[in-house]
Each structure stands twice: as structure tokens, then as C-alpha cells.
């Protein structure tokens, strides 16, 4: 029981650091101006591990979208224990709200 426990505990951590790593790629690809907002999402959900990915919910928010100054974007991936984890042992009898979200400022698009 404590092996399938330290199995499923570190799937979850592996998915949630993914999503971080997700949110992160994609908050950076809006604020460069590389990616629409569609694109960023669907990058994003790549890096998830695929046994989690169907059930990861992906919102990508500017704060004003018309001026590149005082944008800021907000990418936020969220699912539940429960569906991270390879095994779903323990985390079904409490399944927790698992949250990755990253905040930037979008930079100014570069005029020579």
C-alpha cells in the first residue's frame, strides 16, 4: 500500500509540475507575441502527461488585450487530484483541487 501511495503521489506532483510548465510556456509565448491565445492553450495541454491531459481545464485571461503597455496575461490550469494521478488509489477518497497558474505582463512588440 505505501508503494502504490508513493507511486500516486508522484505521478501527481510529475502532472502538476507539467501543468506549471505548461502555464508558464504558454504565458510567455502571449507575452512575446509569438502565439494566439488558441495556439498558447493547445501548446500548453501538450506538456501535460497524456493520461491527464483530457481532463485538464485551460483559461487564458487579458486584462486589456488592446493595449500591449498595460496588458496582462493570465494562463490557469486546473483539475482535480483524482484524474492526475496514474493510479487513483488514495486521491479518490479526496480528491483536492490542483491549480497552476502564471501571471506576466506583455512586453511591447519591437519597432526598428
Known amino acids: 500500500m505505501l508503494l502504490l501511495g508513493t507511486i500516486e503521489f ?18 510567455r509565448q502571449l507575452a512575446v507575441n509569438l502565439a494566439s491565445p488558441a ?5 500548453a495541454l501538450q506538456i501535460v502527461p497524456s493520461w491527464a491531459r483530457a481532463d485538464v481545464n485551460t483559461s487564458i485571461t487579458q486584462s486589456n488585450a488592446g493595449d500591449p503597455g498595460t ?8 483539475a482535480t487530484s ?6 487513483a488509489l488514495m486521491s479518490r477518497l479526496a480528491p483536492l483541487p490542483i491549480t ?3 501571471t506576466v505582463k506583455q512586453e511591447l512588440p519591437y519597432v526598428d
Do not use: K
Open 71 to 78: 496588458n496582462m496575461i493570465r494562463v490557469r490550469m486546473v
Open 10 to 27: 508522484g505521478s501527481v506532483m510529475y502532472a502538476y509540475s507539467a501543468m506549471q510548465m505548461g502555464a508558464s510556456v504558454a504565458a
Open 100 to 102: 497552476a497558474e502564471v
Open 39 to 43: 495556439t498558447a492553450q493547445s501548446r
Open 82 to 87: 483524482d484524474r492526475l494521478g496514474v493510479i
